[in-house]
Structure formats: C-alpha cells, structure tokens
C-alpha cells in the first residue's frame, strides 16, 4: 500500500498536479460517457469531518462509488476521536482497516500528525490552513475554460485564509501570479507567502489586486470556526467585496470563483456570483472529477 499523502498541493509535483489534471478531465469525460470504471472496487475511504460540509462529503462519497469503492462517514460525535481517542492511535487503528483516509479538520497540524501514524494515505479535505483538494477543482476549471494557467495572473480578494494559502501553493506549483487584496490583521501567513517568493504581490487594495486579472477569486469573510467574529470580520472586510466594479477592474473576459458556500451581499454580489463570467457551478463539480483521480493516484499509482 502506497504511504503517499496529500495535505498540500506541495506534496505533488508540479508535473504529478498537471497530469491529475488532465486526468481529471478525461474521467469526467468518461462519466458523462456513462463510461464504467471501476479500479477501487472492495476499497474504503474512511471521511472524518470534524467540520461541516456539503460538497466535499458528496463528491468524495460519489467519487469512491462511481470507482467501485465505498465511502464510510464518521463525524466526531459518534466516534472515539470525539471522545479524546488520541490522534495517533486513530491513525494506527483507521489505517490497518481501510485504503485511504480523508479528514477535514481544525488545526493543520493535527491532519500531519494523524498522517504521521498512517499506513494509509490521508487527504486534506480542508484544515484551519489549507483546502488543497479545492484547488485541483479550480485548476481543473480554470484549464477546461481557457487552457494551461501558466504565466496568467489570478487575483484573492478577502481573507488570508486556508483558500488563500492554497492559491499561494496554486501559485507556485502552477506557475501563475497571484494578487492578494486583504485587511491589515487578516493577512495570509507570513512563511507561506515568503516561500512563494515573487509570484505573489500583497496589497490592501482590492481594486489594484483585481487589475487586469485574469481570473477573481473570493471566499468567505468568516471561516468555519470563526462564527463569533462575523460582525467585527463584516467591518474589517468591508470594501473587499467582489463586485460588478472590482470585476470591472479585471481583464473583460476574467472568471469568478468561489469554493462555495457562498454569502451573496457580503463577499461577492449576487450579479458576479450568478453572472457569465461567474464558473462556480462547475467549479464544485469538479470536486467530484478531480478527487476521483486523486483517489486513483493514490490508491493504484
Ligand atoms: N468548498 C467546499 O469545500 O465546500 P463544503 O464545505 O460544502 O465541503
Ligand atoms: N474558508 C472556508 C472554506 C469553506 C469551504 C472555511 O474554512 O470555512
């Protein structure tokens, strides 16, 4: 069994991530084909979600029955992590039963460290810190739309997030260049964007973020954990949010996405989000396409 991990989008090359990609939009070729493909049958991904979720529970569990597989929910209210089983031993026992391991959790660390005791490969399904299985939907929506990614220039509008740090990583895997706008006290971690080096520029401006750009990006004001910061995180974003004149600021035929859910009024308004520039319905499906072959990578490869 592989002991390969996914918990950023560094722990692939940038040649594994373009291949994934092009992967993924043969299979979802092959999907609407109503093309049978089944290497995961009797194998099992075990999903922890410690964290709500509507499109990363259905798109793994889609994706492992449309692979021959099976997908086993576990939410920390009716197992033993949620009673203080310690991380590790979780990983040990987990892992000596099923294929892979998928995990949305709270602190980054607690995901590294769980994969650190696995024998099976573990999935960052979102962290405090990343969303890297977000970004292989984006990507793959971004090259369906307008081709290879290389040398354009993507603009984050909001929060120095567990988004935003992925679009860092995106950044430098793809080769592109990001504009990050975000508000003094909610700027992405210092490391991850030093590690990026020049392919990122910073500023507190969203209009100077959004010039030019060829795709706009956004994502909630408030992450999920932060619920109580919501009016004071309401004021310190206000100004950030993607409108019909921040899009107006980017390249006339840029797109707009968001990793969903979304608040229309607050970080993007319903005339972007619901518009033609807008690729947010495909861009949650891809969820589906391109974890299928994450999946396959990590479990056949
Ligand atoms: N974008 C995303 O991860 O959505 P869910 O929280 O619904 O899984
Ligand atoms: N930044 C958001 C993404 C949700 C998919 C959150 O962490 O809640």
Redo the contacts with the bound molecule.
């Keep these: 069994m592989s002991n390969k991990h996914f918990l950023t989008l560094l722990d692939f090359s940038p040649e594994a991530l373009r291949g994934l990609i092009a992967r993924a939009i043969e299979l979802k070729q092959w999907q609407k084909e109503g093309r049978i493909f089944e290497p995961l049958k009797n194998r099992v991904l075990a999903m922890v979600f410690e ?7 259905v798109s793994f569990e889609t994706g492992m029955a449309q692979l021959g597989g099976h997908a086993m929910f576990l939410s920390p209210r009716d197992t033993q992590i949620g009673r203080g089983e310690p991380i590790e031993d979780s990983a040990r026992v987990m892992s000596r039963m099923v294929d892979a391991i998928m995990i ?1 959790t709270f602190e980054h660390e607690k995901i590294k460290r769980f994969a650190e005791f696995s024998r099976a490969p573990v999935i960052n ?2 962290t405090d810190e990343y ?1 890297p ?2 970004l292989l939907a984006d990507m793959q929506t971004w090259f369906e739309h307008r081709g290879d990614i290389r040398g354009a220039t993507v603009a984050f509008i909001g929060d120095g997030n567990n988004m935003c740090h992925s679009y860092i990583n995106a950044a430098r895997q793809f080769d592109f260049h990001l504009q990050i706008a975000a508000p003094e006290g909610y700027l992405p971690d210092a490391d991850i964007l030093a590690a990026a080096g020049d392919r990122i520029t910073l500023t507190h401006d969203p209009m100077e973020a959004a010039r030019k750009a060829d795709l706009v990006v956004t994502d909630v004001w408030a992450s ?1 954990g932060q619920e109580e910061e919501q009016r004071e995180r309401e004021k310190a974003f206000n100004g950030y949010q993607v409108n019909a004149e921040l899009m107006a600021q980017a390249d006339k035929d840029a797109l707009f996405m968001h ?3 979304a608040h229309r009024g607050e970080e993007v308004t319903a005339d972007v989000i619901d518009g033609p520039q807008s690729v947010v319905w495909d861009e ?1 499906e891809n ?1 589906l396409h391109a974890q299928k072959v994450l999946l396959e990578t990590l479990l056949t490869v």
């Design positions: 964290k709500s979720s509507t499109r990363t529970r949305r399904a979102l969303h299985c977000q999920m990793c969903l859910p949650a969820r």
